[in-house]
């Protein structure tokens, strides 16, 4: 896992600038984990309104490249990003878009590696409805 902190150096070390926009893209998505690119833009916007969308696209496709980044569908047709991070499982709700980060219940490259596999990534999404929306009347759905 990289932290905020070790991003800097992070991107030096890959002969990659230090930017504001850098910077400022990735405090978004460490406050705001699973964020599609068009609300980390909006975001962005809020503090730098001169930002484009253009740069948001390439910092992100850079950031997931030196794996400081993950991107995951969350059971959409587009990307939500947040910090690289240990394995972990997302419970999405397909009803309310909440999602959830919960550990790998076993060690999922062990299991990979006894059957011969070395895994170079693991990406685990349950889809469901939470407690919160199967509660309500109108079945959780956004308005």
Known sequence: MIDRASMPARLRAE???VTRERELLLDI???????DATEIF????GVNPRIGLATVYRTLRLLETLAVIDSSGLGEDHSHYEMHQKD???LVCSECGAVLDVPVPFDV???GRRRGFDARLTRFELVGVCDACRA???????P
């Open 15 to 17: 002969g990659k600038r």
């Open 29 to 35: 998505i460490v406050a705001n984990p699973h964020l």
């Open 42 to 45: 909006e975001r962005a916007r």
């Open 88 to 90: 972990h499982v997302h």
């Open 109 to 111: 490259r062990a299991f």
């Open 136 to 142: 309500e009347p109108h079945g959780g759905r956004r």
